[in-house]
């Protein structure tokens, strides 16, 4: 069984950086891509950055040049490298494992990024 939790998440100054990790427990056979959604205060969750098992990134128009997807595969650990925060990034962010038949996530950490 394949679970996902994350840690790193907190109150960060606006201007300021968090690295949110997301270690994969169990059997990572079949997992097509991993990401890192965030769900904002009365919004619904959405892709902030994804890496595909080859490798390939991509990232929401919102983030691009700020965050940065990684992942150590003798850590079983995908990180999620947060730059520039802004106010807006404030949510909370869920790592997700896409898999053929299903989709997983982790239960979710809260980043406030103040002013």
């Known amino acids: 069984q394949v679970q996902l939790v994350e840690s790193g998440g907190g109150l960060v100054q606006a201007g300021g950086s968090l690295r949110l990790s997301c270690v994969v427990s169990?059997?990572?056979?079949?997992?097509?891509?991993m990401g890192w959604y965030c769900q904002a205060p009365g919004k619904q969750r959405e892709l902030v950055a994804r890496?595909?098992?080859?490798?390939?990134?991509d990232y929401a128009e919102s983030v691009k040049g700020r965050f940065t997807i990684s992942r150590d595969d003798a850590k079983n650990t995908v990180y999620l490298q947060m730059n520039s925060l802004k106010r807006e990034d404030t949510g909370v962010y869920y790592c997700?494992?896409?898999?053929?038949?299903?989709?997983?996530w982790g239960q979710g950490i809260q980043v406030t990024v103040s002013s």
């Open positions: 997700n494992a896409l898999r053929l038949w299903d989709s997983l």
């Open positions: 169990g059997s990572r056979f079949s997992i097509n891509a």
């Open positions: 890496i595909n098992s080859g490798g390939s990134t």
